[in-house]
C-alpha cells in the first residue's frame, strides 16, 4: 500500500512544484536516476509505466525509494485502465497519473485513498475529473493546447483547480518562471530534465544539479509572484 496519505502525498507535490517523469527497462539506470533526483531536492517522482515488464522494475524501485528515499512521494504515470491502476497500487504507488481521464480508474484510486492524476486537455475534461473527485489535473500536452495562458484562464474562473502541466516544460529559468506565474501546482517534466546522452555516460551529478537548478527556479517565481 502507499507510504503517504492522500494529502500528504498532493501537499509535498504542491510544495515541490516539480515530478520529474521517466521510465527505463534497466533497474539499476531507474535507481541511479531516482536517487540523482532525490540528492538534488526532488520529492516527487513518476515512474511510467511503459513497455513491457515496467511494472516489475516499478517495484524494485518502491523497495529502492523506501529504503535510500525516505522523503521521497513515487507514484506512476501513463495509466490507462483500473486493472494497471490496481497492480501498481497494490505495488505501493503514492499516486496516479494518467495521460486521459478514465472514471473507472478514478474509482479504484479513490477507494485505497490513493490521488489520481487525469490527463485533460479541456475545461469541460478538468470538470469532470473534479466531479469524480480528482483534486490534482494534469493538463496534456500542456503545449499544444495553450501553454502557460490556458492555466491562467482556466484558474481565472475556477481558481480552486491544481494544475500540473507535462509536455513543453523545459528546466530554464524563462520556461519555469512561465509556468509558475501562471499558477500551476506543479510541473512534470521528462526528456529535457534526463539528456540521453548523461543516462548513457552515468552522469548522475548533471542531473542532480540540473533538478536543484529547476526546483530552484520555480521557487524564486513563485516567490516573486507573491
Given at each position: 500500500?502507499?507510504?503517504?496519505?492522500?494529502i500528504s502525498a498532493l501537499?509535498?507535490?504542491?510544495?515541490?512544484?516539480?515530478?520529474?517523469?521517466?521510465?527505463?527497462?534497466?533497474?539499476?539506470?531507474?535507481?541511479?536516476?531516482?536517487?540523482?533526483?532525490?540528492?538534488?531536492?526532488?520529492?516527487?517522482?513518476?515512474?511510467?509505466?511503459?513497455?513491457?515488464?515496467?511494472?516489475?522494475?516499478?517495484?524494485?524501485?518502491?523497495?529502492?525509494?523506501?529504503?535510500?528515499?525516505?522523503?521521497?512521494?513515487?507514484?506512476?504515470?501513463?495509466?490507462?485502465?483500473a486493472g494497471t491502476a490496481s497492480l501498481?497500487?497494490?505495488?505501493?504507488?503514492?499516486?496516479?497519473?494518467?495521460?486521459?481521464?478514465?472514471?473507472?480508474?478514478?474509482?479504484?484510486?479513490?477507494?485505497?485513498?490513493?490521488?489520481?492524476?487525469?490527463?485533460?486537455?479541456?475545461?469541460?475534461?478538468?470538470?469532470?475529473?473534479?466531479?469524480?473527485?480528482?483534486?490534482?489535473?494534469?493538463?496534456?500536452?500542456?503545449?499544444?493546447?495553450?501553454?502557460?495562458?490556458?492555466?491562467?484562464?482556466?484558474?481565472?474562473?475556477?481558481?480552486?483547480?491544481?494544475?500540473?502541466?507535462?509536455?513543453?516544460?523545459?528546466?530554464?529559468?524563462?520556461?519555469?518562471?512561465?509556468?509558475?506565474?501562471?499558477?500551476?501546482?506543479?510541473?512534470?517534466?521528462?526528456?529535457?530534465?534526463?539528456?540521453?546522452?548523461?543516462?548513457?555516460?552515468?552522469?548522475?551529478?548533471?542531473?542532480?544539479?540540473?533538478?536543484?537548478?529547476?526546483?530552484?527556479?520555480?521557487?524564486?517565481?513563485?516567490?516573486?509572484?507573491?
Open positions: 500500500m502507499a507510504k503517504f496519505d492522500k501537499s509535498v507535490i504542491r510544495t515541490t512544484g516539480m515530478v520529474p517523469v521517466f521510465c527505463h527497462r534497466d533497474i539499476e539506470v531507474s535507481k541511479n536516476v531516482l536517487k540523482a533526483c532525490y540528492d538534488g531536492g526532488v520529492r516527487a517522482f513518476e515512474f511510467t509505466n511503459r513497455g513491457d515488464f515496467a511494472h516489475e522494475v516499478f517495484g524494485e524501485l518502491m523497495k529502492f525509494a523506501r529504503r535510500e528515499c525516505p522523503e521521497l512521494v513515487l507514484g506512476a504515470g501513463s495509466i490507462v485502465d501498481y497500487i497494490q505495488m505501493g504507488a503514492d499516486f496516479i497519473v494518467g495521460p486521459l481521464f478514465n472514471p473507472d480508474v478514478a474509482k479504484v484510486c479513490h477507494r485505497r485513498c490513493v490521488p489520481y492524476a487525469p490527463g485533460c486537455g479541456t475545461v469541460s475534461e478538468i470538470g469532470f475529473a473534479q466531479e469524480a473527485g480528482c483534486e490534482l489535473i494534469k493538463i496534456f500536452p500542456a503545449g499544444d493546447v495553450g501553454g502557460p495562458s490556458f492555466v491562467k484562464n482556466v484558474l481565472a474562473p475556477m481558481p480552486w483547480t491544481m494544475l500540473m502541466v507535462t509536455g513543453a516544460v523545459e528546466p530554464t529559468r524563462e520556461n519555469l518562471s512561465e509556468w509558475a506565474k501562471a499558477g500551476v501546482a506543479a510541473v512534470g517534466m521528462g526528456s529535457k530534465l534526463f539528456p540521453k546522452d548523461e543516462i548513457a555516460s552515468g552522469d548522475w551529478n548533471a542531473i542532480t544539479d540540473r533538478c536543484r537548478e529547476s526546483l530552484s527556479f520555480m521557487a524564486q517565481a513563485r516567490n516573486n509572484g507573491k
